[in-house]
């Protein structure tokens, strides 16, 4: 069976969470339950550092603002993971160009990424942080166990990963009005420092 089902999946699942992809990928590879998953991914030094990343994200995925900013500094990481664990992917088995197979899991990566980013963002339009909580434990399990049932049923579960996208999408859209709040309300809270820093206590205006 070709792999491009699982270099979907894997693509999608790197865009909310690379970190876990990696480190899922690599311990079935490790414990024997997948072939599909190369050597490369199941080293040990591989499998700590990624579990390492996997807590600090758990951890700053759940606080808001925090989680905003990390999605930020992901821009590149979560695109660039999806690739790399593409390729490594199709060039293990053989049944994929590497090239085609970094090209599917980088972007698919990027719109998933996208999509999480601004879903975050309007969240973040909300004060309580019990909503970045439930949205960033739904990730973590949403991802653990897409890569999970891929390693076992690829083609469905790549279905249910580009209906995930697209439903995805669609809410951004509605999303669009909170997430143009939260940059007001990020651009507000800069001035304010900037004019506390000049020690005016309120703006002119």
């Known amino acids: 069976m070709s792999v491009l089902p699982l270099v979907f999946t894997s693509g999608w699942a790197s865009g909310i969470n690379a970190y876990a992809v990696v480190l899922l990928l690599?311990?079935?590879?490790?414990t024997g339950l997948t072939d599909e998953v190369p050597e490369s991914l199941q080293r040990t030094d591989v499998l700590i550092v990624a579990g390492v990343l996997f807590l600090c994200e758990a951890v700053a995925d759940k606080v808001p603002y925090v989680d905003s900013i990390?999605?930020?500094?992901?821009?590149?990481?979560?695109?660039?993971?999806?690739?790399v664990v593409a390729a490594l992917l199709a060039g293990d088995s053989g049944s994929l160009p590497e090239l085609a197979a970094g090209a599917v899991g980088g972007s698919t990566a990027l719109m998933s990424h996208l999509v999480k980013a601004g879903t975050r963002m309007a969240i973040n339009t909300s004060p309580e942080p019990f909503s970045n909580i439930a949205m960033s434990t739904a990730e973590d399990l949403?991802?653990?166990g897409i890569i999970t049932f891929a390693i076992f049923h690829p083609l469905a579960a790549a279905?249910?990963?580009g209906t995930l996208l697209v439903l995805g999408i669609v809410i951004l859209v509605f999303l669009a009005s909170r997430i143009r709040r939260f940059w007001r309300r990020k651009a507000q809270?800069?001035?304010e420092k900037r004019l506390a820093a000049a020690g005016v206590d309120r703006p002119p205006w």
Not at 26 to 30: E, T, Y
């Open 26 to 30: 690599g311990v079935f590879g490790a």
């Open 70 to 83: 990390w999605d930020t500094v992901h821009t590149v990481i979560r695109p660039v993971a999806g690739a």
């Open 142 to 144: 949403g991802v653990a």
């Open 159 to 161: 279905v249910i990963a």
């Open 189 to 191: 809270r800069r001035e």
